[in-house]
């Protein structure tokens, strides 16, 4: 088993471009969830899904879409991408809500 | 006061030394305490997982959890220059809250 796979593992973006982080867990789990993780700043809750088609905002939502069409995949939007944005990124996946399983993270720049 | 107070470090050890990563919160609705080991470029893995008070062993590695006190201790015996990593304490208060707070990582380097 992979378990949760994301893509791409680096990116570099221009202020005001776009992008899709993609999620994808091979675990059947309903829960998934996705995380930014600044340097010295633990890690914080952006967007959470329950199952397909159910989607729920986090801590920090601002600037971030997300949508759950299957239970496999669980992308995350970023639109007018800010330097605020830089930071790695992380999906999560669970069986239950207390034992997630983390993917090896997306980092990504904005300049 | 923040919700998860975790000491960042870093903390440098000789390979053989016991280890004690701490944690301390406020929120008395967490119920459920979890320790995470994230190695350099790479996601957080579950270590550790621990309901309510008391204490858990698996192996080399004990968690605490002292509900009264607000603190967990994560403890790492005979500690291995593969231990050297960020240790992230996290909780959550469990029903419909699926919400995991997240200390900010203590880095770890056990020196062969």
């Known amino acids: 088993n992979a378990g949760v796979t994301q893509t791409p593992k680096f990116r570099i973006l221009k202020i005001g471009q776009s992008m899709t982080l993609q999620c994808t867990q091979d675990?059947?789990?309903?829960?998934m969830y996705w995380y930014r993780q600044d340097p010295g700043m633990g890690l914080k809750l952006i967007y959470y899904?329950?199952?397909?088609?159910?989607?729920d905002k986090g801590e920090v939502p601002n600037g971030y879409n997300v949508s759950r069409s299957t239970t496999e995949d669980f992308p995350l939007r970023l639109e007018l991408a800010a330097p605020s944005q830089t930071s790695v990124y992380f999906c999560?996946?669970?069986?239950?809500?207390?034992?997630?399983?983390f993917g090896d993270g997306t980092r990504l720049s904005i300049l | 006061q923040k919700e998860v107070e975790q000491d960042p470090g870093p903390l440098s050890v000789p390979e053989g030394a016991i280890v004690s990563l701490n944690c301390t919160y406020s929120?008395?609705?967490?119920?459920?305490f979890m320790w995470y080991r994230q190695y350099s470029r790479k996601g957080p893995e579950l270590l550790m997982y621990?309901?309510?008070?008391g204490n858990k062993e698996d192996g080399r590695f004990t968690a605490q959890v002292d509900k009264s006190s607000k603190y967990i201790s994560l403890f790492i015996r005979d500690s291995q220059p593969s231990d050297s990593a960020t240790y992230l304490c996290?909780?959550?208060?469990?029903?419909?809250?699926?919400?995991?707070?997240f200390g900010k990582g203590t880095l770890l380097t056990v020196n062969p």
């Open positions: 999560a996946s669970s069986f239950d809500t207390t034992t997630q399983h």
């Open positions: 675990m059947n789990h309903n829960y």
């Open positions: 899904s329950v199952g397909a088609g159910i989607t």
């Open positions: 929120n008395s609705a967490f119920q459920y």
């Open positions: 621990t309901y309510s008070s």
């Open positions: 996290a909780m959550m208060s469990g029903g419909s809250n699926y919400k995991l707070t």
